[in-house]
C-alpha cells in the first residue's frame, strides 16, 4: 500500500471521530494521508488530531494558499489516488450530486479525476428523505460508489440505518481496492442481468420462472469488489442490493431490454445472467380473468432476444451469456455462442444437484469464442462469479495485447 495517496475529505457530523480512527488506521497501513476538513467537521474534532494522526497539513478553507506555487484544492485533486468522504453527511452528498462547489471539499471533488468513494452517515429519517436518496442515485450513476451505512442505535437517539461504516471495514475496503490481484476490471463498466422476467396475464397473474437471481448478484459483487463500475438489471427484488452497485429494477422482459440498451454503449463487459421470459402472453387483460371453463387457452408472443440484440449491435462490448439446460449442454452452448455473437457463453446442467435454480452453488463449464472451455467444479455462486469475471478479464487482456 506504500505511495498510494488517500485524500480523505471529512465532512461535519458526530461519526468525525471515526475518521480520525480512520486516517490512523490508513497510516499505519502505509498510505499516505491527507486531509481536507468542512468548516462543520472542525467544530466536533480539532484540525490539529488530523494533522498529527496523518502527518500533513489539513485543508479547511479554499482561499487558504500556502505553497503559492501550487492551487490547494486542484494540487490535492490531482495528487489523489483514491477520495473517501468520511463521514459524509446529506448536504455534502447534496453538493455532489448537483455540482455545488463552495468549499474546499466540494471543490476538490469536482476537479478530481480519482475515484471518489462517499461513507454516509446521518438520522435514519434523513437517510430515507427522497431528496437524499436521489442524491446517492445520481452520485451512483457518475461513478461514485457507497460505503453503506449500518443499522444500529445511532447519536440522535433512534435506531435504524445511517451509522456510519466502522473505520476497520472501510480500511478492508480499500486496502481490496489496491490489491492487484482485486483489481483486474479497475476502469471498467459491467453491465449485468439478473434474476426472472415477469409477463403480466391480468392484474394479479403473470408467468414467471425458477431464476433467483442469486448468480447475477453474485456476479455483480464480485464485480464491485474486483473494481468494475457495476450495473446492475434486476428482475427480482427479493435480494438485497449489492453494495456499491447501481441497482435498477424491471418487471417484463421488454423493461429489461430497454434497460440493457439505455447503458449497453458504455459498458465494457456486458453479462446475461438473467432468465429471460421468451414468450410473453399477446393480450393482457385489464381485469382479472374469472374461472369459467375447465382449459383456457392463453396465446403467446416471442419477447425481444435481448443477447442477439446485443450481440448484433456489438461495438468494443465483451459480451457474456448465459446457457441453462437440461441436456446436450455442450452442443447448445457452442451453437448459442455462435449465433448470439457472443465472447463467451457459461452453461449449466441444471438438472444436477447443486446446478440448478434457488441453490447456492453452481456447477458450470466457461465456453469462449476461441473454442477453448474450462469446466468449473461444484462451487459456490460467489466462487463461480470469481471465476467467470477473471476469465473475462484475461479474455479483455488478450483482446487489447
Known amino acids: 500500500m506504500n505511495e498510494k495517496n488517500i485524500l480523505l ?11 480520525a480512527d480512520l486516517t490512523s488506521k490508513l497510516v499505519q497501513s502505509g498510505f499516505s494521508v491527507k486531509v481536507i476538513m468542512s468548516s462543520s467537521a472542525v467544530k466536533f474534532v480539532a484540525p490539529l488530531t488530523f494533522q498529527a494522526l496523518s502527518r500533513n497539513e489539513v485543508h479547511t478553507d479554499t482561499f487558504t494558499e500556502n505553497d503559492p506555487s501550487v492551487i490547494a484544492h486542484i494540487d490535492l485533486a490531482d495528487w489523489a489516488d483514491l477520495v473517501l468522504v468520511v463521514p459524509a453527511t446529506a448536504n455534502m452528498i447534496g453538493k455532489l450530486a448537483n455540482g455545488i462547489a463552495d468549499d474546499m471539499i466540494s471543490t476538490t ?7 471518489v468513494w462517499i461513507a454516509p452517515a446521518m438520522n435514519v429519517h434523513m437517510y430515507n428523505h427522497p431528496a437524499v436518496q436521489k442524491n446517492i442515485q445520481t452520485l451512483l450513476e457518475f461513478g ?13 437517539g433512534y435506531t435504524g440505518k445511517g451509522r456510519l461504516e466502522e473505520p476497520a471495514v472501510i480500511l478492508e475496503k480499500v486496502k481490496a481496492f489496491f490489491s492487484p490481484g482485486n483489481s483486474v476490471l479497475k476502469n471498467r463498466t459491467v453491465l449485468i442481468t439478473a434474476g426472472p422476467t415477469k409477463e403480466r396475464l391480468d392484474p394479479v397473474r403473470y408467468f414467471t420462472n425458477r431464476s433467483s437471481g442469486k448468480m447475477g448478484y453474485a456476479l455483480a459483487e464480485q464485480a464491485a469488489l474486483m473494481g468494475a463500475n457495476v450495473i446492475l438489471i434486476s428482475g427480482t427484488d427479493i435480494l438485497p442490493d449489492p453494495k456499491n452497485v447501481t441497482c435498477i429494477h424491471v418487471e417484463s422482459a421488454e423493461d429489461m431490454y430497454q434497460e440493457v440498451m439505455k447503458h449497453a454503449d458504455a459498458a465494457d463487459i456486458i453479462i446475461k445472467s438473467a432468465a429471460v421470459a421468451d414468450y410473453r402472453p399477446k393480450q393482457v387483460l385489464d381485469s382479472k380473468m374469472k374461472k369459467s371453463a375447465d382449459q383456457i387457452i392463453v396465446e403467446l408472443e416471442k419477447t425481444t432476444d435481448i443477447l442477439f440484440e446485443l450481440g448484433k449491435r456489438k461495438k468494443h462490448q465483451f459480451i457474456i451469456g448465459f446457457a441453462a439446460e437440461t441436456n446436450h449442454v455442450d452442443e447448445y452452448a457452442k451453437e448459442k455462442l455462435k449465433r448470439k455473437n457472443a465472447d463467451m457463453i457459461v452453461a449449466n446442467n441444471v438438472t ?3 446446478a440448478g435454480f434457488e441453490g447456492d452453488t453452481n456447477i458450470v463449464t466457461i465456453y469462449h469464442k476461441d473454442g477453448t472451455a474450462k469446466e468449473l467444479p461444484l462451487m459456490s455462486k ?5 471465476e467467470i469475471l477473471r476469465e473475462a478479464a484475461l479474455k479483455l487482456g488478450e483482446r487489447k495485447t
Do not use: N, Q
Open 352 to 354: 444436477l444437484k447443486g
Open 9 to 19: 475529505c471529512v465532512s461535519g457530523g458526530i461519526a468525525v471521530y471515526k475518521a
Open 144 to 156: 461514485v460508489r457507497m460505503i453503506e451505512p449500518g443499522s444500529g442505535y445511532l447519536a440522535c
Open 382 to 386: 460467489t466462487d463461480t462469479a470469481k
Open 109 to 115: 471533488l469536482l476537479a478530481t479525476t480519482a475515484p
